[in-house]
Structure formats: structure tokens, C-alpha cells
């Protein structure tokens, strides 16, 4: 059975994220949107892609409802009733029904503000940020390095929820 990834949120038609809106506390049994927080684009689930997407456009379905098991937290899209995941290629992706190794999140608070949010690789976190041009988990520190904040290539994003 195929996702619905092609509708949008029903709010989406008319919501205007204010810049006053402050980010809440990531927790479970509440819904979110997940704001990037130097551009103010919007983790958005678009025609089966997770991208990021301006806020007030049309397209997508930008929900993103907090579960937790086993002290994970996953992030399943009411629209399509998939969660927020990875690939094999590390791509950050929204097409499972259940939520399994590939779905498990975990946030870390920064002390200036805003969130990592990271994914499980194997007995590891990576952080989300972009690789070739995609939302991607990006190994941060796997050979000593640490990468960048940001929204380019190889850089991860500093992230914000706005708790709906």
C-alpha cells in the first residue's frame, strides 16, 4: 500500500508562521513544526520528498506529530501516516508505516538556541543537514572534524519546533 505524501496539510492554506513564534520543547504526544532556524524554511513533506519549504506555501504537509518508544523519539506525518526516517543512502526520507531502527530521533538543546536533531547510525547520532543538495544525516566528528551550521552542502541545521 502506497503513502499519501501528495496532500497537503489542511492548515497549510492560510498559516503565516509569525516570526514572534518561539520553539517549544520537543515531546511526545504533541504536534510540531520543525522550522529551520536561519532560513525559517519548514521540514515538508512534499509529493513523497522530505524537503525544506518556505513558510506560508501551499504544497506539502508541514505536521509532524512527536511519539515516543523505547525513549526514541519519532516523528510520524498525519497526512501520509508514515515517519520521518532515513534511507540507505542516509537521505532523510518519510515513507515508513512503523517506526524501526531507521526512524529512531533523539534532540539535543544548544546552548544559543535551537535544536540538533539527530538520527540513529548504528551505535551512533548524526546530525540532520544537507548532502548534495538533500536533508541528509551527516557524520559529524566520525574523523575528528565537526562540520558547520548551516543550510549548504555538508553543513547541519540548526533546528526550532513550533509546537501546533
Known sequence: MEANTSLSDSHNQSFVL?????SSVPWPGST??????????????DSGKVVL???GGREGSI?????????????QNPVSGCYLGHNVHGDIVCSARHHME???????????GGY??????WD???????????????AEGEDGGFVKNGEKD??????????V
Do not use: D, N, Q
Request: net charge positive; charged share 30%.
Open 18 to 22: 509569525r516570526p514572534e513564534s518561539t
Open 32 to 45: 510540531f513544526m520543525i522550522r529551520a532556524s536561519s532560513s525559517g524554511g519548514l521540514l515538508t513533506l
Open 53 to 55: 519549504a518556505r513558510p
Open 63 to 75: 505536521h509532524w506529530k512527536c511519539t515516543e518508544r523505547r525513549g526514541w523519539l519519532h516523528f
Open 102 to 112: 531507521w526512524e529512531k530521533f533523539s534532540v539535543r538543546l544548544r546552548p544559543e
Open 116 to 121: 540538533y536533531l539527530m538520527i540513529t547510525h
Open 124 to 138: 551512533r547520532l548524526w546530525k540532520i543537514g544537507f548532502k548534495e543538495e538533500k536533508l541528509a544525516k551527516i
Open 154 to 163: 555538508g553543513e547541519v541545521v540548526i533546528w526550532e519546533f513550533v509546537k
